[in-house]
């Protein structure tokens, strides 16, 4: 198979062979992993039983797939991934506020994958073999996990998606295994260590329903237009991706986050969940736990660095895709070594997904917005200034910025950081809100609404689409001087 060659270029419409089926299956096989299943870990960690843990990740996953879905019919109209397209709105050079945004949220994802599945694969080999456990191993590990992840993000999406379609029927049956072999020490209490986190139950409920459900959709709000632009709109409809969509992230995100809830309260894992689960599993799931460890965590990996190289190259047009995958992969795994050594994983977690969501709830409403008001017409020619070192086009804005778009997208992401509530970190507004996290809610409502006030009489700019009629370019591109 060859090396994909696109970066954030316009995909030509004889390349877009992919459908719905695909959509579902890299959405699916991409998600039933440990980096995921990680995520049901964190409501019984907080304190939570198996009733208000699975009320918390059901409602925020929910909540967030009605949110995030809706992103994949950007791409799907422009045939670039959404960083890109999102200069329709913030403008060609504006549009680094999402490739910065989608590298963040894809460098965390990757490194607490590659983290978690590492620290199981130790385990299971100390068990089973008597691998040493200790810092070598660990590291050891986590560099051979990040050598596979490497090789399937290079390769590419058609790679990616062959390997997903794979993992989904793989891993569906090892976790159903799963299902049995922790059976008998499920319990529905929460760990016996644990007491809520926040020092009462809602407060802790509404964490828990943001850091372990939401979470895992606004994890896609960048990602979702790396697989839609390979989707041709001639040979399916915005309803068939949208409803494909939604499928993929219910049964990719809930699969893997109630079993790592069961298998959390199943082995009392309170502080810490890979240690725990590598010890409460009976001897003869080791292999398979090794394997999800292994296969899962590469196939999950591999997309997030898949899409970092992607956002890297948005930043950096110079950089190949290649080249921006492997720098990204390098990064990703400093975060890994001193993460495992100086962090603690469930402050780590919480603390990353809450004040990324933060950032990244404004940009994706606006560009929400940006694709209501231009109802999906776009200029994908003009789109690709930035990346031909060029000038002028539809978005250009004022030096390639909207600066109104910019503006709002800051004021969302400000007040968005000083609601959140972190085990290492609190906001200044939580004062006014009894303590409860609204960072989600006021970040997006607030860079919407700003957004709305600021452009309220400004007509969205025009653009061909994907199979739209055509409208004039509103000022011509021209080639920059070096």
């Known amino acids: 198979m060859p090396i994909e060659q696109r970066g954030v270029d316009t995909i030509p419409e004889e390349e877009r062979t992919s459908g719905p089926r695909d959509l579902m299956s890299i959405l699916l096989g991409s998600n039933l992993c440990l980096g ?39 791409s799907l109209r422009t045939a670039t ?46 068990r089973l073999v008597g691998l040493p456990d200790n810092g070598l191993t660990h590291s050891l590990m986590y560099g051979v996990l990040a050598a596979f992840t490497v090789i399937g993000a290079v390769f590419g999406y058609r790679l ?29 209490a929460a760990p016996p260590d644990t007491t809520y986190l926040l020092g009462s139950f809602w407060p802790t409920w509404i964490l828990a329903a943001v850091a372990a459900g939401l979470s895992g959709p606004v994890a896609f709000i960048t990602l979702l237009g790396d697989y839609t632009r390979y989707v041709s709109p001639h040979k399916h409809s915005s309803r068939s991706v949208y409803w494909a969509t939604c499928a993929g992230l219910l049964v990719g995100l809930l699969v893997p986050q109630l079993f790592g809830t069961y298998t959390a309260l199943a082995a009392q894992a309170g502080a810490d969940y890979a240690g725990p689960l590598v010890g409460a599993a009976p001897f003869w799931y080791l292999v398979p736990l090794l394997f999800a460890a292994a296969a899962g965590s590469v196939g999950n990996a591999g997309l997030m660095l898949y899409s970092m190289g992607l956002d890297l190259d948005a930043i950096v047009p110079k950089a190949t895709r290649t080249k921006a995958t492997v720098i990204a992969a390098a990064v990703a795994t400093t975060f890994v070594f001193f993460g495992s050594f100086e962090w603690n994983v469930q402050s780590a977690m919480t603390s990353f997904v809450l004040l990324l969501t933060a950032i990244g709830t404004p940009w994706a409403v606006i560009t929400l917005i940006g694709y209501v008001r231009c109802r999906g017409a776009y200029d994908a020619d003009a789109l690709q200034v930035f990346n031909r070192r060029a000038r002028g086009g539809v978005y250009w804005y004022s030096g390639g910025w909207n600066i ?13 950081l000083a609601a959140v509530s972190t085990p290492v970190y609190e906001g200044p507004l939580l004062a006014l809100t009894g303590g409860v996290d609204c960072s989600f809610v006021l970040s997006g409502v607030v860079g919407g609404l700003v957004y709305g006030a600021l452009t309220f009489r400004t007509a969205a700019a025009p653009g061909t689409g994907t199979g739209l009629a055509a409208a004039p370019a509103a000022d011509p591109v021209v080639v920059a001087a070096d």
């Open 404 to 416: 109104r778009a910019t503006a709002s997208w800051a004021a969302g992401a400000v007040v968005g």
């Open 36 to 74: 995921v299943i990680v995520f049901g870990w964190l409501p019984p960690s907080f304190g939570l039983g198996l009733v208000p843990s699975l009320t918390a990740i059901v409602t925020g996953t929910v909540v967030g797939i009605a949110f995030t879905a809706p992103l994949a019919l950007v």
């Open 81 to 126: 991934n959404l960083s890109t397209s999102s200069g329709a709105q913030f403008g060609v050079r504006g549009r680094l506020v999402g490739s910065i945004v989608g590298l963040l949220l894809a460098l965390g994802y990757t490194a607490l994958t590659l983290w978690i599945g590492g620290d199981v694969m130790v385990g299971t080999l100390t």
């Open 160 to 188: 990616l998606l062959r390997m997903s379609k794979a993992l989904s029927i793989v891993m569906v049956l090892l976790l159903a295994l799963g299902v049995y072999a922790y059976a008998p020490g499920f319990t529905t």
